[in-house]
């Protein structure tokens, strides 16, 4: 795992966790929501440490993304 890989996965952690878990909030009860995130996240974290991040272009695109496939 390289320093980059923990910097963008904080940085989406930080920028985004609000946002997803109240996307989730709309459909969801609140312990669904977070359970939702919590698996948004570990696919997230699976991901950039395997690839290293690098070639994630557009952020928040791609996380959200990593949302709609867990919704689903």
């Known amino acids: 795992m390289s320093?980059?890989?923990l910097e963008l996965f904080e940085e989406l952690w930080c920028k985004y966790y609000r946002k997803?878990?109240?996307?989730f909030r709309r459909?969801?009860?609140?312990?669904?929501?977070e359970d939702l995130c919590q698996q948004t996240y570990l696919n997230?974290?699976?991901y950039i440490s395997?690839?290293?991040g690098?070639?994630?272009k557009q952020t928040k695109a791609w996380l959200f993304a990593v949302?709609?496939?867990?919704k689903n």
């Open 3 to 5: 320093s980059f890989s």
């Open 20 to 23: 997803i878990y109240w996307y």
């Open 27 to 33: 459909e969801f009860d609140e312990h669904t929501a």
């Open 44 to 46: 997230a974290w699976r």
């Open 50 to 52: 395997a690839y290293s």
């Open 54 to 56: 690098s070639n994630i």
């Open 67 to 70: 949302v709609r496939n867990v």
